[in-house]
């Protein structure tokens, strides 16, 4: 179990330099990145691109903006 | 104890087996019961003497063990058999005698049920009577036309006991002993049998028929409406454009006005589509548990319409899932499903434990949805969650007019998506990791890991491999961390008592492809990853280097030109080859040249060798033989793939979870999750890519499907190989106690006994050559397919059915035709002929001939001049149009254009002519007999000829061909073809309009025209050019002037129509189409009333056989009924009030 353990950690860190990498480098991460990280969710392009995709998930907070605006 | 348990488990299943075998009905089930609780007791019995007397311990021990393995065969067979059939109950006798009538009731009726009456002993005279009763019908309280529940989650209904009669029955002496009538009344009593003429003396068993739902289902799916009253106790299955709803009924009312039914099991498959009001309720998790009111069709699933066919019926069945509705709302009519709840008012929901697994599940959704872009976060969803239907149609990113659920399938990694041992497995791993790394001792976080595993198992829907998985990974974690027991004997104790318990639940999955195929994975790595890696470590040297050539030069042939492995003429030089370089491996290591030095297999780092070993175990344990029989199909590319794929998804599943649960951490968890999905999108393309690029440069042909007595064969030979140590030292044991002291007579004796192993599949040939001429009408919807099997052993494709590229994707070639020819195990033709360039006939033409080896394709004058560069202009000319269409017939024409020479969107999807190009006469398709010459045929030509006993067989064209026929619709030019052979013949008049059909009437010489069968020319759906008078005047026209003389020239015994699904090919012609071809039948029934009309969407396949003089006709509807694979009469019944 010492080398699932180990495995994990390794996986971790590799996700975490690789991600970094593709949010920086792609356009897609970084503006989604940007929306996530200004509490605008449903505006990001990660979020766009899923619209058909289980269209019964929806964000509730979300929603509860726009019927406020 | 262990091993009591093991050998307990095996043998239940062998009990299922012999179940399947013998299929006992259902009536013997009471005694199976009883057989099996007394031996349980035998075997309780013979436990406590083994304690109770420790002297005759081992006599005793016997005995326990011969109780317990038959007490397991039992309870196999009778779980089986209960699952299997729906026993009707006979309640009592009524004996008409001496002009009375009394009725013997031996058990009451237990609820409002359908009575059958079975004749024991007949009349010797007529007899009229019925039965006297009464009726305790239920009839729902309802609020605003929807049933009611009480605050206990109760439906509420109002009873009215009500007098009941029957309908007036006549039984004959004619009326054999076992004979059946339906009482077309219920009753909840019967209290007297009332005779109203003849005196003859008759006995009659009365049955009750069971109330299971399958009882309730219909064969149409435009039949009488019925209404439900019922549980949804599945999480929905959401589609893009549907959700499919698992309902538990708990009571029916079959017809309106009628009594409510409570229903004694089986489930339904409702579907609801988003025109129904309330959709947004029943297209999600939370529709999981709440109670329905439904109102619709209901209706059994397709049974399987060619042979080698999907069977949908009976994998619904297996699934306890015994008819379906499809829901549809009227414009101003009420929702067809509605959602009730209790007095109370709350709706009932599900589970706590499966609510909240659920909840978990579309919370990680959520986060998904806002991490990953589509598609690849349906990638995600799919491999993590379960969610399979959610990449249902998506269009793989590579962008090559495929589906990325298709290049998984076509590339070997299918696997991935249903959720398994392996995403399991992985799962197992990381939270061992992960509670190892918080310090946390193994006893207390086994038990905690396995609450994990079985809130993912109910996430990802609790299909049959996961639920092997999870109580497998149990198993092992119980046994690991508290007898401190290896992987190994884990793993031995856990597949048979995982399969045990699952098939305790259903014994009917024991046949579905997701648990045989994940018990064959895991067999297959548990007993033959060690000899394959022991074998592949011998390899070293030069012959690791003859086995890394011969394997490449194998792959690349397959690659390139999958065929040549297939073709005896180029695949026996290349084993010459392989043989070959085996032996110049042996004179280079006797002469001392190593060409590799002495690095072997062995020398390969342990983690990659037995992984490599791991994956030939797999390929050879289950992929090959198991795709073979139950896809007929074979993904090369999985032996390659998956040395990428495996590891690959075992870090893509990882992150998958991390991420979806970091995700849920308020604050910064989304960030965090998108940063770790970040990765693993890159991750998730490297994937697709791999299965993209599987798809692309490698086949994914078509193979014969192997018997049952094959597939054993192979696996006593796997078996052999596992075993083959302990079998060695047997055969040797053998040789000496019988003094058989030649060094060769163990050699000799294994060679016997392989003899002896392989003797069966040569005495039962899997698919037999059928003697005389044999015709096969296959079932394609709209669309024509015949496949005929001459006299003399040879074979000729007519027509390749309709493929729909857009949405729903049906491909009758790969779905209908090609599985067919697998079965049968036709791969050689002599000759292919297309009557007609229309899609219906040609669209799966260049799939076909990717998959079997013709060297004559024989199509219309039309299409003589068929290339790769004509433009679209150039192609219409070729068909005989001066100018372009414009509407509807060019939306056809471009159709015509797109399967016949090329997609100008989709440069490379399969087209008739692009097939032509690449198999044009070139050497390497000559030595591989691969060449295709395009021919045409006109009026005249005999197509195919030999004599067979003296009878001459034919296949003869009789249209087109006269010079000043110039009509410029395509289908009156299509070939029109008869089939003749001794006194028997067939005419396939192709897709003629009434003007084709008037032509050739008055061209053909009559006795040319005259047959025993006739397809009825254009489906029988041919639509009129001008409308006179509404479609049906002109359509009752065109038959009376031309269809009529032709088919009274004709004059045939039987009329086929190859009709259904028109809505795929003709889009809004269709229901025209259909009211055509319902008055075409009407026509012909009432024109020719001794003829035999038959019907593909309905008879399903038509087996035509003739011996040259007479011939018989029989549909795969009839086999089915004889298999009972269809059901009773019951399922027509209409049940009076």
């Given amino acids: 179990m010492e080398k699932g353990a180990k495995a994990i950690i390794f996986i971790l860190l590799f996700a975490f330099v690789a991600g970094a990498l593709v949010i920086w480098q792609h356009p897609v991460f970084s503006e989604s990145w940007k929306a996530l990280r200004e509490g605008r969710p449903e505006a990001s392009p990660i979020w766009l691109s899923n619209a058909d995709y289980y269209p019964e998930i929806v964000l509730e907070g979300a929603e509860r903006r726009q019927r406020a605006e | ?1137």
């Fill in chain 2, 1 to 1137: 104890m262990q091993n009591k348990i093991i050998g307990f488990c095996w043998c239940y299943l062998a009990g299922i087996v012999v179940s399947m075998l013998a299929t006992p009905e259902g009536a013997l089930l009471p005694g199976l019961r009883l057989i099996t609780a007394l031996l349980a007791l035998g075997w309780f019995v013979a436990w406590v003497l083994r304690n109770r007397q420790p002297g005759r311990a081992k006599q005793m021990l016997r005995l326990e063990w011969a109780a317990l393995v038959l007490t397991a065969l039992a309870l196999g067979l009778t779980r089986h058999t209960s699952a299997n059939t729906i026993p009707d109950t006979r309640i009592g006798e009524i004996v008409l005698r001496a002009g009375e009538g009394d009725y013997l009731e031996s058990r009451a009726l237990p609820d409002v049920s359908r009575i059958l009456l079975r004749i024991k002993e007949p009349p010797d005279g007529d007899l009229r009577f019925r039965l006297v009763g009464e009726l305790d019908a239920r009839l729902p309280i309802e609020e605003n036309g929807v049933a009611t529940m009480d605050d206990r989650g109760r439906w509420r209904f109002r009873l009215a006991r009500v007098p009941q009669e029957s309908t007036v029955l006549h039984i004959s002496p004619e009326d054999a002993p076992g004979s059946v009538f339906v009482v077309p009344q219920p009753f909840s009593r019967i209290t007297a049998i009332e005779l109203l003429e003849g005196d003859a003396d008759a006995r009659l068993d009365v049955v009750r028929i069971s109330n299971h739902a399958a009882s309730f289902v219909r064969a149409s799916r435009d039949s009488a409406p019925v209404t439900i009253l019922g549980r949804i106790l599945a999480d929905p299955m959401v589609y893009d454009f549907k959700s499919v709803l698992t309902v538990t009924p708990a009571y029916i009312q079959y017809r309106a006005g009628g009594p409510f039914y409570r229903v004694e099991g089986g489930d339904l498959r409702v579907t609801v589509p988003p025109t129904v009001d309330n959709y947004p309720l029943f297209a999600r998790t939370e529709a999981y548990g709440i109670d329905v009111q439904i109102r619709g069709s209901l209706f059994r699933a397709g049974s399987q319409a060619n042979p080698g066919g999907f069977d949908q019926h009976r994998f619904m069945a297996n699934h306890n899932l015994h008819g379906q509705m499809s829901l549809f709302q009227p414009r101003g009519e009420p929702a067809p499903i509605h959602a009730v709840a209790p007095a109370d008012g709350e709706l009932r929901r599900g589970h706590p434990l499966v609510q909240f697994s659920l909840g978990l599940r579309d919370r990680m959704l959520l986060v998904f949805k806002q991490v990953l872009p589509f598609p690849h976060s349906s990638f995600i969803g799919a491999v993590t969650l379960g969610l399979r239907y959610g990449l249902h149609g998506v269009e793989s990113p590579f962008g090559e007019d495929r589906t990325i659920a298709d290049e998984f399938r076509a590339a070997g990694v299918n696997h991935v998506l249903a959720v398994s041992g392996l995403h399991v497995t992985i799962l197992t791993a990381m939270f061992m990791g992960i509670f190892t790394l918080l310090r946390i001792p193994r006893r207390m976080y086994a038990p905690l890991v396995i609450l994990i595993l079985v809130i993912f198992a109910i996430i990802t829907g609790a299909r049959p491999s996961t639920l092997r998985a999870v109580i497998m990974n149990s198993l092992f974690l119980l046994v690991w961390a508290y007898l401190s027991q290896g992987l190994r004997a884990s793993a031995l104790f856990g597949v048979p008592v995982a399969a045990f318990l699952i098939l305790l639940h259903n014994p009917l999955m024991i046949v579905d492809p997701s648990f045989t195929l994940s018990f064959g994975a895991i067999l297959s790595l548990a007993l033959l990853t060690g000899p394959i890696h022991e074998q592949l470590s011998r390899l070293r040297g030069n012959s690791f280097a003859a086995a890394l050539v011969i394997v490449t030069v194998f792959t690349l042939i397959g690659m390139l030109r999958w065929p040549l492995l297939t073709e005896p003429r180029t695949a026996i030089p290349l084993l010459l080859f392989a043989v070959l370089t085996v032996w110049l491996t042996r004179v280079l290591d006797r002469k001392g040249l190593l060409l590799v030095g002495r690095f072997g297999f062995a020398d390969i780092p342990g983690p990659v060798s037995a992984f490599l070993s791991a994956q030939v175990a797999i390929q050879l344990g289950m992929m090959l033989p198991l795709s073979a029989y139950y896809f007929s199909q074979w993904a090369m590319a999985g032996a390659y793939a998956n040395l990428l794929a495996i590891p690959l998804i075992g870090v893509v599943v990882q992150l998958g979870v991390i991420a979806g649960l970091f995700g849920l951490i308020p604050g910064i968890g989304l960030l965090l999750a998108l940063v770790i999905s970040a990765a693993n999108w890159a991750l998730s393309s490297l994937f697709l890519w791999i299965a993209y690029a599987g798809t692309q440069y490698f086949p994914f042909p078509f193979m014969r499907r192997p018997s049952l007595i094959e597939l054993l064969i192979y696996y006593l030979l796997i078996a052999a190989f596992v075993w083959h140590r302990p079998l060695w030292k047997s055969v040797r044991r053998f040789c000496e106690r019988r003094a058989w002291s030649h060094p060769a007579a163990p050699r000799a004796l294994l060679a016997c006994g392989l003899v002896v192993l392989l003797a069966p599949a040569a005495i039962f040939p899997a698919a037999p050559r059928p003697d005389g001429l044999n015709i096969t009408v296959l079932s394609v919807g709209y669309g024509r397919s015949l496949v005929i099997e001459t006299p003399g052993g040879r074979r000729v494709l007519v027509d390749a059915g309709f493929v729909e590229h857009e949405r729903g994707r049906r491909n009758e070639a790969q779905r209908s035709i090609l599985p067919f020819l697998a079965f049968r195990h036709l791969r050689d033709f002599e000759a292919v002929i297309l009557t007609s360039p229309h899609p219906e006939e040609s669209g799966g033409l260049p799939y076909i001939l990717n998959e079997i080896k013709v060297p004559r394709l024989i199509v219309p004058p039309d299409l003589e001049g068929l290339r790769l560069d004509l433009s679209v202009p150039a192609f219409a000319r070729l068909l005989g149009y001066e100018t372009m269409p414009r509407g509807v017939p060019r939306e056809r024409l471009q159709r015509m254009y797109e399967d016949l020479v090329r997609n100008p969107e989709v440069p490379q999807r399969p087209s008739l002519a692009r097939t032509l190009a690449l198999r044009r006469d070139t050497w390497i398709n000559r030595w591989g007999r691969q060449t295709i010459r395009l021919e045409t045929a006109e009026a005249g030509d005999i197509l195919l000829e030999e004599v067979v006993r003296g009878r001459p067989f034919r296949i003869r064209a009789l249209h087109p061909g006269d010079a000043h026929f110039e009509e410029e619709r395509v289908a009156n030019r299509s070939l029109v073809l008869r089939i003749e052979y001794g006194d028997f013949s067939m005419l396939i008049p192709g897709d003629l309009h009434y003007e084709g059909q008037r032509h050739l009437l008055a061209y053909t010489e009559p006795e040319l025209l005259r047959a025993d069968i006739a397809l009825v020319p254009h489906h029988g759906a041919a639509l009129p050019v001008r409308r006179r008078g509404g479609l049906r005047n002109s359509v009752m026209t065109e038959l009376r002037d031309a269809t009529a003389p032709l088919l009274h020239a004709v004059d045939p015994a039987v009329f086929i129509v190859d009709f259904g699904f028109p809505r795929a090919v003709l889009g809004h012609d269709s229901r025209d189409a259909e009211g055509v071809q319902a008055i075409t039948e009407q026509f012909i029934e009432d024109r020719f009333p001794h003829a035999e009309l038959l019907h593909t969407g309905r008879d399903l396949a038509i087996f035509i056989r003739s011996d040259g003089e007479t011939f018989t006709v029989e549909t795969q509807a009839e086999r089915l009924r004889a298999h009972g694979g269809d059901e009773d009469a019951v399922t027509d019944m209409e049940i009076g009030f």
